[in-house]
């Protein structure tokens, strides 16, 4: 199994940046997919999330109505589409993979994300 992540980068305040994350070697329809962020001397926090039926979402509230998580179920991959990005954003952004019905997750390498002030 292999989660890929790209898209991540530095940018201003007030940015956008689109992370995706390629899944492979696993039934992408059957997993949760998840973003999580570590930012440096902090523990990795749970960003957003997406079902794998109905692609009900959730999100942390200090992205609420900034970042958007989406799944392409025929590609494989989810996104994460982050507008608005302040400082506090910065961290490594993980994708993750929790299948549904068994216990069984996968983490991809991380992505970085430098927002300057």
């Known amino acids: 199994v292999q989660l890929v992540e790209s898209g991540g980068g530095l940018v201003q305040t007030g940015g956008s940046l689109r992370l995706s994350c390629a899944a492979s070697?696993?039934?992408?329809?059957?997993?949760?997919m998840s973003w999580y962020r570590q930012a440096p001397g902090k523990e990795r926090e749970l960003v957003a999330g997406?079902?794998?039926?109905?692609?009900?979402?959730d999100y942390t509230d200090a992205i609420k109505g900034r970042f958007t998580i989406s799944r392409d179920n025929a590609k494989n991959t989810v996104y994460l589409q982050m507008n608005s990005l302040k400082p506090e954003d910065t961290a490594v952004y993980y994708c993750?993979?929790?299948?549904?019905?068994?216990?069984?997750?996968?983490w991809g390498q991380g992505t970085q994300v430098t927002v300057s002030s």
């Open positions: 997406v079902s794998s039926a109905v692609g009900s979402t």
């Open positions: 070697g696993l039934t992408f329809r059957l997993y949760r």
């Open positions: 993750g993979a929790t299948h549904e019905y068994v216990r069984q997750n996968y």
